[in-house]
């Protein structure tokens, strides 16, 4: 139902966008949250947006990294930039969402997208 992209490999100081789409099931996606998990750690949440704007970010990404939505495309996104080696990790995306239809209320993964930062 959500489907993650933009992962991929960049030297250190570079910057990716991530993108978590919504497919067609999903009326509105409304508390969103991108998470990491590097090998042997657990994973964490590095950013989220609620559905009335705000957003929230680990320590570590602050000032880095951006979360923003398309409401129009159901999409979320997560600019990152001056990335450093200690990012590299999958990243996925959790969506609290709103169906189509039944207008019932579930809650989504993504599949990872892997981020790669180089020294």
């Known amino acids: 139902q959500l489907q993650a992209s933009g992962g991929g490999l960049v030297q250190a100081g570079g910057s990716l966008r991530l993108s978590c789409a919504a497919s067609?099931?999903?009326?509105?996606?409304?508390?969103m949250g991108w998470y990491r998990q590097a090998p042997g750690k657990q994973r964490e949440l590095v950013a989220s947006?609620?559905?009335?704007?705000?957003?929230n970010y680990a320590d570590s990404v602050k000032g880095r990294f951006t979360i923003s939505r398309d409401n129009a495309k159901n999409t979320v996104y997560l600019q990152m930039n001056s990335l450093k080696p200690e990012d590299t990790a999958n990243y996925y995306c959790?969506?609290?969402?709103?169906?189509?239809?039944?207008?019932?209320?579930?809650?989504?993964w993504g599949q990872g997208t892997q981020v790669t930062v180089s020294s």
């Open positions: 067609d099931r999903i009326f509105s996606i409304n508390n």
């Open positions: 947006s609620t559905g009335d704007g705000s957003s």
């Open positions: 959790n969506a609290d969402v709103t169906l189509q239809y039944s207008y019932r209320r579930a809650n989504y």
